[in-house]
Every structure is written in structure tokens, then in C-alpha cells.
């Protein structure tokens, strides 16, 4: 099925360290959405961006809604241990017409070193 | 509930069975979806219904696949003739009307074997 393209795939980097990662598409989407994923659980959502070039910020986490409505990106400032898990990207539809079916990135691993 | 409740959490089953994966979505959410997941793979759609229609079936794989939402509160979706390449997570979401982003349960891994 239709995925967009997330990268990087992974990531290994020190506790303390900034983190980014995006995601792009060839379709236009109206919302973009970012989840995290711990083993054995379902995606949590951590940010959600409603408008093209909207930059949002929820603690330690900014997102920004590209100006294309095509891409998005993810960052993470002064990284924790906690921060480890499996990021995913979503596009979304929604409105007259549209289901608001969520199309998912691959996903980028993230692992921190204390 | 306070989230997406998903039973059972797990269920391994013989090729060939029959499967129902249940899900019950947070209270007053008239959007609920079910995707499956693959190993190092992102959720993929399978079916969305708003209240109890499905108003998008276009994810389902073939037509061992059918979910149901009968009283627009609890789903579930059912496998019949089971298969090795049905194994999976299958997730479920709701939301409070089909924007938004969507609220995910913690998932049933099938395993078919």
C-alpha cells in the first residue's frame, strides 16, 4: 500500500544530543501527524499540524507542516533515554469527500546512549 | 475506557482457522479504524467506518477480510481461512470524527502458524 518516505531509517546518537528527522510524499495531505511507538504497544500521537508551514511545539518536540503540503519534519532537542522508540510520520485527509484514513511513514528507530 | 481497548493481545491460530480480533474504542468516537502492521513496517489502512457503516473498505486484502461495527461502539474484525502471510499486528483507532489524528489501542499480534 502507499507509504510515504521517512528517513533516516535510524538512528544512534548521545543523550543530550538534538535529533531530526522528515518525511516526504508525492501526494498532498492536509494534516500531518507524528507518533511514537514502544515495543508491544499501539502509536501514540505526539504532534499534530493542521495548516501548510505551521511549526509546532510540544515540550522537547517541534514539528513543522511543509509549505508544499507535502513533507513534514520532526525534532527533538536535548535527547533522553526515554526518547527511545520507533517514530512514525502520518499523513492525513479529512474534510468533505475524505475519510481520514492515516498514510504511515516506515518509521525511524531511534536509540539514545546515556 | 479511558483509551482504545483491543482483545485479545495475542493469538496464535492454525492456518485455515477462522480469527475475531476486538476492538472498543474510546467512548463518544464515531470514527474508528483498523490497520495492520507487519515487522519494521508502518501501520497500513484497512478499514474505516463512521458510526456503523464502513465508508471505506478499500485496505482489505481480499475478501477473507470483514470487520464489523453493528451498535457504532465496539468493531470486530474477523479473519476467515486463515493464512501464514495474515501474521501480524492489527491495530485499532478511533478518533472523534475521522480528522484530527486518530487514538490507537495497543494492538492483537495474530500469528498464524
Known amino acids: 500500500g502507499q507509504q510515504l518516505n521517512q528517513s533516516p531509517q535510524s538512528m544512534f546518537i548521545q543523550e543530550g544530543e538534538d535529533v531530526s528527522m522528515n518525511c516526504t510524499s508525492s501526494?498532498?495531505?492536509?494534516?500531518w501527524l507524528w507518533y511514537k511507538q514502544d515495543p508491544g504497544e499501539g502509536p501514540v500521537l505526539l504532534i499534530a499540524l493542521y495548516k501548510a508551514g505551521e511549526l509546532t511545539s510540544n515540550g522537547r518536540l517541534t514539528a513543522q507542516f511543509g509549505i508544499t503540503r507535502k513533507d513534514s519534519f520532526l525534532n527533538i532537542s536535548a535527547s533522553i533515554p526515554s526518547d527511545v522508540g520507533i517514530y512514525f510520520c502520518?499523513?492525513?485527509?479529512?474534510?468533505?469527500?475524505?475519510?481520514?484514513?492515516?498514510?504511515f511513514g516506515q518509521g525511524t528507530t531511534l536509540q539514545v546512549k546515556p | 475506557g479511558a483509551g482504545v481497548s483491543q482483545t485479545p493481545s495475542n493469538k496464535v491460530t492454525e492456518k485455515g482457522k477462522y480469527v475475531e480480533l476486538r476492538c472498543d474504542p474510546i467512548s463518544g468516537h464515531t470514527a474508528l479504524y483498523w490497520y495492520r502492521q507487519s515487522l519494521g513496517q508502518g501501520p497500513e489502512f484497512l478499514i474505516y467506518f463512521q458510526g456503523t457503516g464502513a465508508a471505506d473498505d478499500s485496505g482489505l486484502p481480499n475478501d477473507r477480510f470483514f470487520a464489523v461495527r453493528p451498535e457504532g461502539s465496539v468493531s470486530t474484525l474477523k479473519i476467515q481461512r486463515t493464512e501464514r502471510g495474515d501474521s501480524a499486528v492489527y491495530l485499532c483507532?478511533?478518533?472523534?470524527?475521522?480528522?484530527?489524528?486518530?487514538?490507537f489501542g495497543q494492538g492483537t499480534r495474530l500469528t498464524v502458524v
Open positions: 501526494s498532498i495531505f492536509n494534516t
Open positions: 502520518a499523513g492525513q485527509l479529512t474534510g468533505s469527500g475524505n475519510t481520514g484514513k492515516l498514510i
Open positions: 483507532a478511533s478518533s472523534l470524527t475521522g480528522g484530527f489524528g486518530a487514538f
